[in-house]
């Protein structure tokens, strides 16, 4: 049973332009909602996370909207470079520290 | 910085071997993981542990086991390799957020 759902699996945006990532899950217990960058040939790297208490957080080009009611939150790219062109995982955390339920990952390919 | 270090990127291993992956990290953390991820499935997890020789199971654990004897190592056994364990093997540490290793590509053959 997959806890998270992440879409879509892949995306290709041109330089410039908008990525836009969405995650969903069921559990509300979960309290902690980070996003993993990976890059080929290297482990996934925390880009941005938020908790509930807050609907938006931005770092950067990169923002997190966190819609609590709705039990959903995305991941905004904006002006995506081709520097940005990998893997994106939302995930979820519980009461348990540190145990991640991760969605299935979102391949992500800016071209020029 | 940071590090989580796992001890081979590559490993061909035949069916029915024995496996261990090795996993170290060197920020005294004490929850542990053990992930595999293949495509289009994202990240499963394996076991965890929260303390030296303790383990829980995660999502995935049937044919794999663990061992914790240190702090700072974490170690993944495939007690009887099988091609369907074919897969990046991922080890994260974590404290505040999670720190992964760069991934161990096991080929069971």
């Known amino acids: 049973q997959q806890q998270v759902k992440q879409s879509p699996q892949s995306l290709i945006v041109q330089k410039g332009g908008i990525s836009i990532i969405n995650c969903a899950y069921e559990?509300?217990?979960?309290?902690?909602f980070p996003w993993y960058q990976q890059f080929p040939g290297k482990g996934p790297a925390l880009l941005i996370a938020?908790?509930?208490?807050?609907s938006e957080k931005k770092e950067g080009r990169f923002t997190i909207s966190f819609n609590k009611s709705a039990k959903q939150f995305s991941l905004h790219i904006m002006d995506s470079q081709p520097g940005d062109s990998a893997t994106y995982f939302c995930?979820?955390?519980?009461?348990?520290?540190?145990?991640?339920?991760f969605g299935r990952g979102t391949q992500l390919t800016v071209w020029p | 910085d940071v590090k989580v270090t796992q001890s081979s990127r590559y490993l061909v291993k035949r069916t029915g071997e024995k496996v261990f992956l090795e996993c170290v990290q060197d920020m005294d953390h004490e929850n542990m993981f053990w992930y595999r991820q293949d495509p289009g499935l994202g990240l499963r997890l394996i076991y965890f542990?929260?303390?030296?020789?303790?383990?829980e199971k995660g999502d995935i654990p049937e044919g794999y086991s663990v061992s914790r004897e240190k702090k700072e190592r974490f170690s993944l056994i495939l007690e009887s390799a099988s091609t369907n364990q074919t897969s990046m093997y991922l080890c994260a540490s974590h404290h505040t957020e999670a720190f992964f290793g760069q991934g161990t590509r096991l080929t069971v053959v």
């Open positions: 542990s929260y303390d030296v020789k303790m383990k």
């Open positions: 995930a979820a955390e519980g009461s348990t520290l540190g145990r991640l339920y």
């Open positions: 938020i908790r509930p208490d807050v």
């Open positions: 559990n509300t217990a979960f309290d902690y």
